[in-house]
């Protein structure tokens, strides 16, 4: 799902088509996110693997870091990063 810049689930969301290839991950879609609508044509974003890889890693890193955060002050730790660093290693 890919969702308007509020970032919340179903606020102008639309589903999105993933391919996985070798070094690019795309994104296909019937809408255009800049213009808004349903279109005649498909929208498509490339992404190299290696750069999702590296958000997916830098996004892990922060989570660990909120988690130490959170513990340091007696909160309760939400994010199990595990199960995070088990896609992104499907993904590999």
Not at 7 to 28: E, N, P, T
């Amino acid at each position: 799902m890919f969702t308007c810049t509020c970032g919340i689930f179903g606020c102008g969301g639309y589903y999105v088509d993933v391919v996985h290839r070798a070094q690019y991950i795309i994104w296909s879609i019937e809408q255009n996110p800049f213009e808004g609508g349903i279109t005649s044509e498909h929208h498509a974003f490339s992404f190299l693997r290696s750069d999702i890889l590296s958000a997916d890693d830098a996004f892990i890193q922060d989570l660990e870091k909120l988690n130490m955060l959170l513990h340091n002050n007696g909160l309760a730790v939400y994010y199990g990063t595990n199960y995070y660093k088990r896609i992104v290693d499907s993904l590999s």
